[in-house]
């Protein structure tokens, strides 16, 4: 009898997994994991990019509106917003100036919207790309046609 539980104890339980199986065992777990992990952070940065863009298109369409209020010149106010959009591509950024006659009192609105790229190039042809906009009224405060 006391033969027997030598040979026993000395030999591991045959139910038990190796450590060399559950290293593998974490491997595939992993693997399978992996691509989860990755479309999440992804789906994150392309969030992290639009609410960037959209207090980007913000501030400049409150910079274009200010240099409304000074001068009747479109270009100089697109100008303004084009600058205040700092990061943003240029070739992507829509402004639109809207206003009455040009007096003191009377509003100025200024619009801009950008497109925002997808992030994730596999997605790219199944998902639109996001457009954000940004406006700001303003009063005019004086009515030259340019300020000097």
Request: aromatic share 4%; hydrophobic share 45%.
């Amino acid at each position: 009898m006391k033969r027997k539980r030598r040979i026993l104890a000395g030999r591991p339980p045959r139910n038990l997994p190796s450590p060399a199986d559950e290293g593998a065992q974490a491997t595939a777990e992993f693997a399978l994991v992996l691509p989860v992990l990755l479309l999440v952070f992804l789906l994150f940065a392309q969030a992290v990019m639009v609410m960037r863009a959209q207090i980007a298109v913000t501030a400049a369409a409150r910079e274009g509106a200010r240099k409304g209020v000074e001068t009747g010149s479109v270009a100089m106010i697109e100008g303004a917003a084009a600058r205040a959009a700092a990061g943003l591509d240029g070739e992507r950024l829509r402004v639109r100036v809207e206003s009455g006659p040009r007096r003191r009192g009377e509003w100025i609105r200024v619009e801009v919207e950008y497109e925002v790229p997808v992030a994730i190039p596999a997605v790219e042809n199944l998902f639109p790309s996001v457009t954000v906009r940004g406006s700001a009224e303003m009063r005019i405060e004086n009515d030259r046609e340019e300020a000097q």
